[in-house]
């Protein structure tokens, strides 16, 4: 796929490094990412530790793409407790075409920045998101 012209803002892979590690002020939950001025994607948002899954959804707009990367606690199915960093890719089917096309062929330059997430999920409306039908199934793959 060609490119769209769209660059990382450096800022995105320095917090990802210590949100990784879990590095203060970097001990965090998720992070909202979109692309500014169709140019750059930059963080638009954090989720403090306690927030929840729950709150990271109820973040991503209705009508307008973005991406995520949200680390997920959850026991395996042998009830060892772990966790996953997950890039979410929201992508709704309601949001207009060019945002659509433009995060669509931004994606990849996003993913490369954040060197260590293996878990990619694509989501085009709410049930792609739902946590217990959607998420969870994915993510135990990779326990």
């Known amino acids: 796929m060609q490119s769209t ?12 490094q210590k949100f990784k590690l879990q590095q203060e002020p970097y001990k965090l939950r998720y992070f909202i990412y979109q692309i500014k001025d169709k140019k750059t994607i930059v963080i638009e948002k954090q989720g403090d530790r306690n927030k929840t899954y729950d709150d990271f959804v109820g973040e991503l707009p209705e009508n307008d793409c ?3 990367l949200i680390d997920i606690e959850f026991e395996t199915d042998d009830g060892r407790p772990t966790s996953k960093l997950v890039f979410i890719s929201w992508n709704p089917d309601t949001a207009s075409v060019r945002p659509k096309m433009l995060y669509s062929g931004s994606k990849e330059a996003l993913k490369s920045a954040l060197v260590g997430v293996g878990i990619h999920i694509n989501a085009t409306d709410h049930s792609e998101l739902d946590y217990e039908s959607a998420i969870l199934p994915v993510v135990k793959k990779f326990a």
């Open 5 to 16: 012209g769209v660059s990382v803002d450096d800022e995105v892979a320095s917090t990802f």
């Open 66 to 68: 973005r991406y995520g």
